[in-house]
C-alpha cells in the first residue's frame, strides 16, 4: 500500500495533492454577521427656542391687525345699503341718463371690488405671517412689500365706502388702526431681538 502511494507521488512529480482534507467549501472566508443596532429609539429633534417677547409684540400686532380689518369688512357689509344708496347717486350725477339695471350692476360692482381688494391683503397677510412665526424670517420682507398694496386698499375703501355716519366713523377708524398695527408690526419684526430669533435655527 506504501509502495502504490509513493509510485502515485512519483508519478505526479512528487508534488502534494491540492485537495483539501476537510469538506468542501470549508476555505471559503464566510461574511461576518451585520451587527445589531444598539437603539432603535430615533434622534432627538432640537427644541425651538421660545419666542422673545418682541417677536410676541409682533405677532400680537398682526393679529390685532387683521382682525380690525375683518371687524372693518363686517361694518362695511352691514351698513351696505346705506353705501350703495350713495354710490348709486355718485354715479347718476356724472351719468344721469344710464340705465337703472347698468347703474345698480356698476355700483355693486364697486362696493365689492373695494371690499374685496381689502379682504384679499388681509388674506395674504394672515398667510404671510403664518409662515414667519415657523421662523421664515424672509417673509418679512415679503409682508413689507405687501404694505404699500395695502395702503392702496385702505385709501380704496375710505374714498368709496366711508360715509358721514356713525358707520363711516367706525369703518374709518378700524381702517387706520390696522393700517398702523401692520407698521408697528413691521417695525417690531425687524428689530434686533427678532432678527436674533429668526436666524437662531
Not at 352691514?78 to 348709486?88: I, V
Not at 381689502?118 to 409662515?131: D, E, I, N, P, T
Request: charged letters at 10%; one cysteine or more.
Amino acid at each position: 500500500m506504501d509502495a502504490k502511494q509513493a509510485d502515485a507521488n512519483h508519478g505526479n512529480g512528487g508534488a502534494p495533492s491540492a485537495r483539501p482534507d476537510g469538506p468542501p467549501g470549508a476555505g471559503t472566508a464566510q461574511k461576518p454577521p451585520r451587527p445589531e443596532m444598539s437603539s432603535t429609539a430615533p434622534a432627538p429633534i432640537r427644541a425651538s427656542p421660545p419666542p422673545p417677547r418682541v417677536v410676541q409684540a409682533m405677532r400680537l400686532a398682526w393679529v390685532t391687525s387683521i382682525v380690525a380689518g375683518v371687524a372693518a369688512c363686517l361694518v362695511a357689509y352691514f351698513s351696505r345699503d346705506a353705501t350703495l344708496a350713495h354710490l348709486k347717486g355718485l354715479v347718476t350725477q356724472r351719468q344721469p341718463a344710464g340705465a337703472e339695471v347698468a347703474v345698480d350692476a356698476l355700483v355693486s360692482t364697486l362696493f365689492w371690488v373695494c371690499l374685496g381688494t381689502l379682504l384679499f391683503v388681509m388674506a395674504l397677510q394672515a398667510l404671510l405671517v403664518k409662515g414667519m412665526m415657523n421662523r421664515h424670517g424672509r417673509l418679512r420682507w415679503a409682508l413689507l412689500a405687501v404694505l404699500p398694496l395695502h395702503g392702496f386698499a385702505v385709501l380704496l375703501v375710505d374714498g368709496f365706502l366711508v360715509l358721514h355716519s356713525a358707520a363711516g366713523t367706525a369703518l374709518s377708524v378700524l381702517l387706520l388702526a390696522q393700517l398702523a398695527l401692520s407698521g408697528a408690526a413691521l417695525v417690531l419684526g425687524v428689530l434686533d431681538g427678532a432678527s436674533a430669533w429668526f436666524r437662531a435655527k
